[in-house]
T-cell receptor, first 114, second 113 residues
């Protein structure tokens, strides 16, 4: 039982390049989330998916797109990376429908945009 | 939306003492509140959830209180150990009826041997 996995662990991009961050969970959770964490800013929600087939914007969605590929996988895409997107990105999952309010986080992807 | 305040200054304590971290919130009173632990370079890990009708919740050396009048939660670690050194995050629902949490910025705890 790996929990929530994220790839890659580290990435350096040049401004304007694109990339996709991958996230998968093996806990059969319905809800999945993407956060970014910056020094002094805490965790901020980018997008979330309440269940397979649905996605919604969070607090800071600009510059990002997401895909809920299936129940297990939720990817985050940066179409044209900007230095302001340098951050640590965390994926999380939860099973709200079963009363599980706690979130399970992946190890994070450290992204630097130069 | 909810605004959460956690002490941005690190809390330094001696091993064996009780650490107490504070989480204050504004706006509406949430139905529950969560505490997470985050180690450097890792994702947050869920510790405890306390509901609005619970004044106190315990798990091993951890204790959480929830005072809806003061709009405050206190997180205690008794008999603290150097291994307890980490950043502790408080999280509350974004708004009434929401299951999506808003996280505080966290307080760093450093336990000295």
């Amino acid at each position: 039982n790996a929990g929530v996995t994220q790839t890659p662990k580290f990435q350096v991009l040049k401004t304007g390049q694109s990339m996709t961050l991958q996230c998968a969970q093996d806990m059969n959770h319905n809800s999945m989330y993407w956060y970014r964490q910056d020094p002094g800013m805490g965790l901020r929600l980018i997008y979330y998916s309440a269940s397979e087939g649905t996605t919604d914007k969070g607090e800071v969605p600009n510059g990002y797109n997401v895909s809920r590929l299936n129940k297990r996988e939720f990817s985050l895409r940066l179409e044209s990376a900007a230095p302001s997107q340098t951050s640590v990105y965390f994926c999380a999952s939860s099973e709200v429908s079963a009363g599980g309010l706690e979130q399970y986080f992946g190890p994070g992807t450290r992204l630097t945009v130069t | 939306s909810q605004k959460i305040e956690q002490n941005s200054e690190a809390l330094n304590i001696q091993e064996g003492k009780t650490a107490t971290l504070t989480c204050n919130y504004t706006n509406y009173s949430p139905a529950y509140l969560q505490w997470y632990r985050q180690d450097p370079g890792r994702g947050p890990v869920f510790l405890l959830l306390i509901r609005e009708n619970e004044k106190e919740k315990r798990k091993e050396r951890l204790k959480v209180t929830f005072d809806t009048t003061l709009k405050q939660s206190l997180f205690h670690i008794t008999a603290s150990q150097p291994a307890d050194s980490a950043t502790y995050l408080c999280a509350l629902p974004q708004s009434g009826g929401s299951y999506i949490p808003t996280f505080g910025r966290g307080t760093s705890l450093i336990v000295h041997p």
